[in-house]
């Protein structure tokens, strides 16, 4: 194992890694907003309930003021009054007792007259502006002395209610603490549990909102009729144990999640550093293997030479696509010897091909690196001699990158064109380069790329690049071979257009070089 291996390989541990942890954190941090919105969407739910009752009970009480403070001829406390009083509470679901106060007595009530009335006793009685209405939160009165009331009065008339009656909303958690808040007088009508002050004053856009000031997650919903806003408080541990409930059933997948992860980089790394090495032991032990797809004349229908395509076959019997390995081989300087295997392959494969079909071509792929070096024209004299074929049997195909480097390459082609053997440019118009350097070369082919043909017959504005290359390769006097031809339809445009070659599924797949031979015959 050599040390930039161990470097590469430390890189691949690290990064596969990386990758598996991101599912999981990401399941934490799910968990933690997931446990938070429970807490709030709980919180909210208390504080409208709370709102709903307070609502229900400010809407009954005023109605029931408005009633006495009509129906008064003179003496607050007629027996009139007190009759209508005991109505207003029997008919209510939250008025204890109406009456009316003066002085901060109570002179009368629904159970009738007081004497000299009853004292209220509260902290300072608040007068709320806007309607003249008085509120005594955390009243008392003497028949009741353990109870404290809301009393709300105006014009004298009173409401009297339990102070709990709103907060009263059925079974809620003990650590749940509620109120509900007058913001005009800054005042709580009632509370349950720890309030802080300052909650209720926190900005309330649209009408609700939540917040946490570091100890509490607060939830705030401010009355549409009437100046009151209700909380429902919860300490923040609560949320946090909603969070790990939530990420008890979470995190596990995330785990799983993160490790399937992690171990796929990890192979797929690993398979991508160990790749050269597999390689080259792929040449030793003759792994690699050709398939010839078919090319036809598309004037006559028939097949009239075949282009090489590479697969290798790994011992457990998978086959790795040349997409996958052509590149690995060209960054790790094996191109050259894999295009010299596929040129032994070919001569090894032909046999007899070019003695029973003398008209009959193979094409080959040449890379960079295969352009720029003479030993390439070397193994293609080597090939003709070995089969007996003649320069008309072998096509080379090299790619518009193959032919960047233009001075080197040149030679080579010159080479090559001197043995006798056409040169077909492959993939034109998917690279970078410009149509100048196809003037500059000597080609005799070009090969109209896959995903040109696939715009054909679609009739989109991209269609329009392949009908410009067929024109560029006609004035250039290159003859043409479509790649991937799918369709009939594709087929009879590009015949229409006077492309006279193609391959593609349409015609015929990949295939050996025996069912190459009965293809043919
Ligand atoms: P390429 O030279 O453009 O080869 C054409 C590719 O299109 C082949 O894929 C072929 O199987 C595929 N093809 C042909 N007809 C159709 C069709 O109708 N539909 C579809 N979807 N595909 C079609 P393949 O064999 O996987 O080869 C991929 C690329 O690998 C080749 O592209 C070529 O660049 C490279 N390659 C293959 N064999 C060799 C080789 O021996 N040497 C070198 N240097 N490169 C090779
Ligand atoms: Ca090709
Ligand atoms: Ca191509």
């Not at 999981?24 to 969407?41: K, V």
């Not at 209610?161 to 005009?184: F, R």
């Not at 030793?284 to 097949?303: A, H, T």
Request: proline fraction near 5%; glycine fraction near 8%.
């Amino acid at each position: 194992m050599d040390l930039n291996f161990q470097a590469r390989l430390t890189v691949a541990i690290c990064a596969s890694v990386a990758v598996g942890v991101i599912p999981i954190l990401l399941s934490f941090t799910l968990a933690q907003r997931q446990g938070r919105q429970i807490e709030e969407d709980r919180l909210l739910s208390y504080a409208r309930n709370v709102l709903f009752r307070s609502e229900r009970a400010t809407q009954q009480l005023y109605a029931g003021i408005d009633r006495l403070a009509r129906a008064r001829h003179g003496d607050p406390c007629a027996p009139a009054q007190i009759a209508l009083m005991s109505e207003i509470d029997l008919s209510s679901q939250d008025i204890q007792t109406m009456g009316y106060i003066e002085a901060g007595r109570l002179l009368c009530s629904s159970m009738g007259l007081h004497g000299a009335g009853l004292p209220i006793s509260t902290g300072t009685p608040v007068t709320r502006g806007t309607d003249g209405s008085t509120l005594y939160t955390r009243a008392r009165l003497p028949i009741a002395p353990d109870i404290t009331f809301i009393i709300v009065a105006r014009n004298g008339y009173a409401a009297v209610m339990h102070e709990a009656i709103t907060l009263d909303i059925g079974p809620s958690p003990d650590h749940v603490s509620m109120a509900t808040y007058s913001p005009g007088s800054k005042t709580f009508r009632s509370q349950r549990g720890t309030i802080k002050p300052a909650w209720a004053e926190h900005p309330l856009i649209g009408g609700q909102t939540t917040f946490d000031d570091g100890a509490h997650l607060v939830a705030l919903v401010a009355s549409q009729r009437f100046p009151t806003v209700t909380l429902a408080a919860t300490p923040l541990s609560e949320v946090h144990q909603s969070s790990r409930q939530v990420a008890k059933f979470l995190v596990p997948f995330g785990v799983a999640a993160g490790l399937a992860l992690g171990l796929l980089a990890f192979l797929m790394a690993r398979r991508q550093m160990g790749m050269p090495a597999l390689l080259r032991a792929a040449l030793k032990r003759g792994e690699l293997f050709l398939l010839y797809q078919p090319i036809m004349d598309l004037q006559s229908g028939r097949c009239i030479g075949a282009e090489a395509l590479i697969r290798w076959r790994q011992p457990d019997g998978t086959i790795v696509p040349p997409d996958v390995f052509i590149p690995v081989a060209e960054k790790s300087g094996l191109i050259q010897r894999v295009t010299e295997r596929v040129l032994e392959i070919v001569a090894a494969d032909a046999g007899s091909l070019f003695a029973m079909h003398p008209g009959f071509h193979v094409s080959v792929n040449l890379a960079a690196a295969d352009l720029k070096s003479h030993r390439t024209v070397e193994l293609l004299a080597q090939l003709m001699h070995k089969t007996g074929a003649k320069a008309h049997n072998i096509l080379v195909e090299a790619t518009e990158r193959g032919l960047m480097d233009a001075d080197e390459v040149r030679q080579v082609i010159d080479a090559i064109h001197a043995l006798g053997i056409e040169v077909a440019v492959d993939d034109f118009g998917t690279g970078y380069s410009s149509l100048s350097y196809l003037e500059t070369f000597a080609l005799d082919y070009l090969k109209i790329d896959k995903s040109f043909v696939d715009t054909l017959a679609t009739g989109a504005a991209t269609s329009q690049v392949a009908v410009h290359i067929i024109e560029m390769a006609k004035a250039l006097k290159l003859r043409m071979i479509a790649e991937g031809v799918e369709t009939e339809d594709q087929a009879r445009l590009l015949k229409e257009r006077g492309v006279q070659f193609a391959q593609g599924w349409l015609f015929a797949r990949p295939m050996p070089m025996a069912a190459l031979l009965s293809h043919i015959a």
